[in-house]
């Protein structure tokens, strides 16, 4: 399938010359790598309250029931590997003098494809973290033996590294997005409904700092009235494009 990028043509000089790119992945960027989205059909939250899996209160109502939740998604996660679109924004970032890549995906397939400073908004399923003593530890290669997983310090409860809804998310990573979005002379919106706070609001600050804003998602999302232009397409098709225009072939 071949991608009219003219919307975004004009820009590529810029980008070229160092003015910065910053992008913002969500769930559809991984869709194409055998991970599910969140919201439509066939989504994570088709038939499940979010409140009943991934919130603190979940967590503290039943530990196991959250565990079985993540550990079913790390499963799905062992097995998955980098996709195009991945490997095209990791390309890009090599290629341009300056690009921020922000993710509110916690399955650590950015760094896999060789982005070098993914900003993870969401935290990361990689990781565990105690939540009595806050120690944090890679994710295990196997399945826990048995669930709820304590701390090998303090016996606490482990909990997947993630950020829960009604949770605040990791003050540098917001600091370093937002800031980007701010100083950004394009920015990219790319697979993600543009539904969950704060992380929706990056493409509207960066769109009143004056950046040129491009959504990438088959489906419109809220964020498209603000968008300059849209690429109603699968975020592989697009990106790669965009990174062989770009000469980050
Ligand atoms: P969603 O599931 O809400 O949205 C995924 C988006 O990806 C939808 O707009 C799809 O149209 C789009 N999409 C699907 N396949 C695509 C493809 N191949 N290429 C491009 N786009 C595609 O996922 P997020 O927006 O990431 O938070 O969800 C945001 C947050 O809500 C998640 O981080 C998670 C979730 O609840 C927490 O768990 C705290």
């Not at 290669?141 to 048995?146: G, R, V």
């Not at 704060?198 to 603000?226: D, K, Q, V, W, Y």
């Amino acid at each position: 399938m071949t991608v009219d990028l003219a919307p975004i043509a004009p820009y590529f000089s810029d980008l070229r010359a160092g003015r910065p790119l910053a992008v913002l992945t969500g769930a559809g960027v991984s869709a194409e790598s055998g991970l599910p989205t969140f919201r439509g059909p066939g989504g994570i939250w088709e038939g499940e309250r979010a409140e009943e899996l991934a919130t603190p209160g979940a967590f503290a109502r039943d530990p196991v029931k959250v565990w079985r939740f993540y550990s079913w998604r790390r499963e799905k996660l062992r097995a998955a590997r980098p996709n195009e679109a991945h490997l095209a924004l990791a390309r890009l970032e090599a290629t341009l003098p300056r690009m921020t890549l922000i993710t509110q995906n916690v399955d650590g397939l950015h760094a896999a494809a060789g982005s070098r400073h993914p900003i993870e908004l969401h935290g990361s399923l990689l990781r565990d973290r105690c939540s009595g003593c806050g120690h944090v530890s890679p994710a295990p290669d196997q399945p826990f033996e048995s669930l709820p997983p304590r701390c090998p310090l303090c016996a606490g409860l482990l909990r997947p590294d993630v950020v829960w809804f009604g949770e605040s998310l990791p003050y540098d990573a917001w600091q370093a997005a937002e800031a980007a979005a701010e100083e950004s002379a394009v920015f990219l919106v790319v697979g993600t409904s543009s539904v969950v706070a704060p992380a929706s609001s990056l493409g509207i600050i960066a769109a009143r700092a004056g950046a040129h804003l491009f959504e990438i998602n088959p489906e419109a999302t809220p964020i498209a009235p603000l968008a300059e232009g849209v690429f109603r397409a699968k975020a592989s098709t697009v990106m790669s494009a965009l990174a062989t225009a770009l000469g980050a072939a």
